[in-house]
């Protein structure tokens, strides 16, 4: 075949769409907790324009990047697993004002008798699809001409849908004196963590680290975990910061509660604030969400972080790290 001249068109339609979202309960909203994943997928061949197609397909192909239409089919699976309404089609933002919603409102709940469970819900959806047509003639030195059209398109889609359960991590705050962030290492030590009697086994921490106590009851010990910041509420700079009379944003040596509060690492005696160097706890914080794994076992998440200001001027670290106890 010898081309002499040739006109040509191609052309392509590419449609990608990704959603994925996760929210967390304190008890499960959910009637049936069983998980499930829904993938599809397919590929058209190519096809010439003189083949025909059954009109299952030609019905198939006429609905090509209705991603909206998937979705909506996503959504309604989704409702039937959840026994309700999935809150509508959520984008991430959304996702994070419904879970700040719930962690608030799980904040001004009382707090359990015993360590909770909470409830993760997680989604994925994923849709894909790609179409190319190919048009032309090409004029043959033989004299004759010939013309073409081809085209092949594909489509995939995946959503899968888990539901499962966890240990609330519970967070005391930790303060550094070295300026280096939380260290996990490994060691423990039996402590009444949830001020119930039972003991559970608190990480002893590295050097230069030290739990940040107050010392309720006056007795110079720290034996319970209403004597941390964060196991009673979870919330271990919002227990702070109801410490600063003067709201101030620190809590010092003005503020009544100073003197009972200390440095505190398990197994030794507490050593007040003052002794320590200690002059001001910022009772202002940032999220710094970063979790410490043990392959896939989570270990501690790091939660928030804020600063502590020494006599000397120097500037420290302030952590609420939320340990799976």
Do not use: C, H
């Amino acid at each position: 075949m010898n081309v002499i001249s040739a006109t040509q068109a191609f052309s392509a339609r590419e449609q990608q769409l990704f959603q994925q979202g996760r929210l967390e309960f304190q008890s499960s909203p959910l009637a049936r907790p069983a998980p499930a994943t829904s993938p599809t997928a397919q590929a058209v061949d190519p096809q010439s324009e003189t083949e025909s197609k059954p009109s299952d397909e030609q019905n198939e192909d006429g609905q090509q990047f209705s991603a909206k239409e998937s979705i909506g089919t996503v959504k309604r699976i989704l409702e039937q697993l959840s026994s309700g309404k999935l809150l509508s089609w959520l984008d991430g933002s959304a996702f994070d004002k419904i879970q700040a919603q719930q962690q608030q409102i799980e904040a001004d709940a009382p707090s359990p008798e015993a360590p909770a469970e909470r409830t993760i819900m997680e989604f994925n959806y994923r849709y894909q699809a790609v179409e190319a047509s190919f048009a032309g003639a090409v004029q043959l030195e033989d004299g004759s001409s010939q013309s073409f059209a081809f085209s092949f398109s594909l489509k995939e889609s995946y959503a899968s849908f888990s539901i499962r359960q966890e240990a609330v991590l519970k967070d005391p705050l930790i303060l550094s004196t070295t300026g280096q962030s939380f260290q996990w290492t490994g060691a423990s030590q039996a402590f009444d963590f949830f001020s119930d009697g039972r003991s559970a086994e608190l990480p002893t921490l590295a050097n230069g680290q030290y739990y940040l106590s107050y010392d309720r009851n006056q007795d110079g010990q720290i034996t319970q975990g209403k004597e941390l910041f964060g196991p009673a509420t979870g919330q271990g700079f919002a227990e702070l910061a109801a410490l600063d009379e003067d709201k101030d944003g620190f809590v010092d040596s003005s503020d009544s509660a100073w003197q009972q509060l200390s440095l505190w690492r398990p197994g030794e005696t507490p050593t007040s604030l003052t002794d320590a160097g200690i002059g001001a706890l910022s009772a202002q914080s940032v999220a710094t969400s970063f979790g410490l794994y043990d392959g896939d076992a989570l270990l501690a998440r790091i939660a928030r972080s804020g600063i502590f200001l020494a006599e000397q001027g120097k500037v420290g670290l302030l952590q609420q790290v939320d340990l799976n106890i």
